[in-house]
Structure formats: C-alpha cells, structure tokens
C-alpha cells in the first residue's frame, strides 16, 4: 500500500506565498517522476510542475518564474514552492508520483489534493 500525503495548502493574498509539501509512504521501492497538478472549479485539471528522479524540471508556462519543484529522495518528499501568488492560481492542488513497488510494478499514485485559495 502507497500513499502520498499533501500538506501546506491554505488561503493567501494576492503577491504572497506558500510551499507546499507531499510525502509518500509505504511499500516503495524507487520513485521516478513526481509532480503536482491542479484543478479549478469547472476545469480540467493541468499540469503544474514535475520533476524527475535525477532532478530535471519542467514547468506550466503559467506559473514559471513564480513556482520552483524541488523534492528530496532520501525523505521520498516532493515540495512546490509558490511564490507572487494570483487569484488565478486558486485551486485543488494535486501531488502525483510515479512509484516501483517491485523491480516490475510501477503505478501512478495520486494525495487527496489541498486546496490553495489566493483572495484578498
């Protein structure tokens, strides 16, 4: 059993910050990618940030420059650090990661989601 718990969600104003965490649990025995995603109200839930095992990026142009994905393997941890936030940037945010739980088993794992809201 896996699971990826999310933490540091909340509500923020406008220019202001927030760093998100996940860390995954269980029977693991390598992660490759990892990464966030999130869904508004009424949409389609997109991309985010991701980041490889070896630490390669890639990121929504929406959120580049504002947004750094960092993770830490030793602690099976993926963070999302947030920065001159907009009101636009208020959704579920979704932390995804690809898991090995055996030399042959690899499964997309998803958390429970936590909400950001940016509102003054």
């Known amino acids: 059993q896996v699971q990826l718990v999310e933490s540091g969600g909340g509500l923020v104003q406008p220019g202001g910050s927030l760093r998100l965490s996940c860390a995954a649990s269980?029977?693991?025995?390598?992660?490759?990618?990892m990464g966030w995603y999130r869904q508004a109200p009424g949409m389609e839930r997109e991309l985010v940030a991701r980041?490889?095992?070896?630490?390669?990026?890639n990121y929504a142009d929406s959120v580049k420059d504002r947004f750094t994905i960092s993770r830490d393997n030793a602690k099976n941890t993926v963070y999302l650090q947030m920065v001159s936030l907009k009101p636009e940037d208020t959704a579920v945010y979704y932390c995804?990661?690809?898991?090995?739980?055996?030399?042959?088993?690899?499964?997309?794992?998803w958390g429970q989601g936590t909400q950001v809201t940016v509102s003054s």
């Open positions: 995804n990661a690809y898991i090995y739980t055996s030399v042959s088993s690899r499964h997309p794992y």
């Open positions: 269980g029977s693991i025995w390598s992660i490759n990618d």
């Open positions: 980041i490889s095992n070896g630490g390669t990026t």
